[in-house]
């Protein structure tokens, strides 16, 4: 199983910070880089509407008091500052972003990183970023998968053009495309199952949040018989997000139980996300504790 580790989106933020993170993932042995994805929060989010907020303090790290650097940028500057780790979205937006410039984007990201990319698609739950960028809340699947296809057009280095309910356009070539080529690999990144069985045919994973062995085992079922049905044939990874007790004073048992649990549930993919410090002193020690977890199991 592959090991990633999350960016330190919301720590101190500089080149010479991030260099240190991503030379001390490297030198621990883990696989892969990951950032999530949001551009604007209200000023206050409430605590009921996150779906998961079950175990996090109180001062977590997703809501207004602290920053969040874009992810798009800050995963470019990891795969700049990395030689060969895995660089994942975990997960994107892209209902908030026009698929055209984003397709160029990412296209750009894979070719200059060799192929290292693995795109994490979502649909989010913030309402309120979705209505500060003027896209419906209730329109988010509807969009994502018109995008995919967009996107996946793009990536094929032809003239394309689209028809379609939110995005209409003549045929255009947009170049470079992926090192992956065309299948760039995309990945699902939610645990809502309807979702998934209508994307499972056109993308290359699936990547849920803190999944049980139930979901895994639902979320294959539900993606096999998808595929099956389109006639997908092509490998497909299962992934998954988590957070780890990290700090000094958790238990270690608790992490490599998660690791365990997740290995013994066929995860191909492991990023761990949501247990970074806000200084890279505290950061690298908990690079550090994973490492020591990875090693004892």
Same mark, same amino acid.
């Given at each position: 199983m592959k090991t990633g580790i999350a960016l330190p989106q919301s720590?101190?933020?500089?080149?010479?910070?991030?260099?240190? +993170?991503?030379?001390?993932?490297? %030198? %621990?042995?883990?696989?892969?880089?990951?950032?999530?994805?949001?551009?604007?929060?209200?000023? $206050?989010?409430?605590?009921? &509407? *996150?779906? *998961?907020?079950?175990?996090?303090?109180?001062?977590?790290?997703?809501?207004?008091?602290?920053?969040?650097?874009?992810?798009? #940028? &800050?995963?470019?500057?990891?795969? %700049?500052?990395?030689?060969?780790?895995?660089? =994942? +979205? =975990?997960?994107?937006?892209?209902? /908030?972003?026009?698929?055209?410039?984003?397709?160029?984007?990412?296209? &750009?990201?894979?070719?200059?990183?060799?192929?290292? /990319?693995? #795109?994490?698609?979502?649909? =989010?739950?913030?309402?309120? $970023? *979705?209505?500060?960028? =003027?896209?419906? +809340?209730?329109?988010?699947?509807?969009?994502?998968?018109?995008?995919?296809?967009?996107?996946?057009?793009?990536?094929?280095?032809?003239? %394309?053009? *689209?028809?379609?309910?939110f995005w209409s356009f003549d045929p255009v070539i947009a170049l470079p495309v992926p090192a992956q080529g065309r299948r760039l690999r995309v990945w699902y990144g939610g645990n809502n199952l309807g979702v998934l069985g209508r994307l499972a045919p056109a993308v290359e994973g699936w990547l849920p949040y803190e999944p049980s062995d139930a979901d895994l085992s639902a979320g294959r079922a539900a993606a096999s018989r998808a595929r099956a049905a389109a006639g997908a044939d092509e490998p497909f990874t299962i992934a998954a997000v988590t957070r780890l007790p990290l700090m000094g004073d958790q238990e270690p048992g608790r992490a490599r139980s998660v690791i365990e649990r997740s290995r013994a549930g066929g995860v191909e993919h492991l990023a761990v996300l949501s247990s970074m410090g806000r200084s890279a002193e505290d950061n690298r020690a908990r690079i550090e504790r994973l490492k020591e977890v990875l090693d004892s199991g």
């Open positions: 720590a101190e933020l500089g080149l010479r910070a991030l260099r240190d +993170f991503v030379d001390t993932a490297q %030198a %621990a042995g883990l696989d892969s880089l990951w950032v999530g994805d949001h551009l604007v929060f209200p000023p $206050e989010v409430d605590r009921a &509407t *996150y779906p *998961y907020i079950e175990g996090m303090h109180s001062g977590a790290h997703l809501f207004s008091d602290r920053q969040w650097s874009e992810s798009i #940028v &800050t995963l470019t500057a990891g795969g %700049a500052l990395s030689e060969a780790m895995e660089l =994942g +979205f =975990g997960v994107l937006l892209p209902a /908030l972003r026009n698929p055209l410039i984003l397709a160029k984007q990412l296209a &750009t990201m894979d070719a200059l990183s060799g192929g290292r /990319l693995i #795109v994490g698609i979502g649909v =989010g739950w913030l309402r309120q $970023e *979705y209505q500060a960028l =003027g896209v419906p +809340f209730e329109e988010r699947v509807e969009r994502l998968v018109e995008q995919l296809e967009i996107m996946r057009l793009m990536w094929t280095g032809e003239p %394309a053009g *689209y028809q379609g309910r």
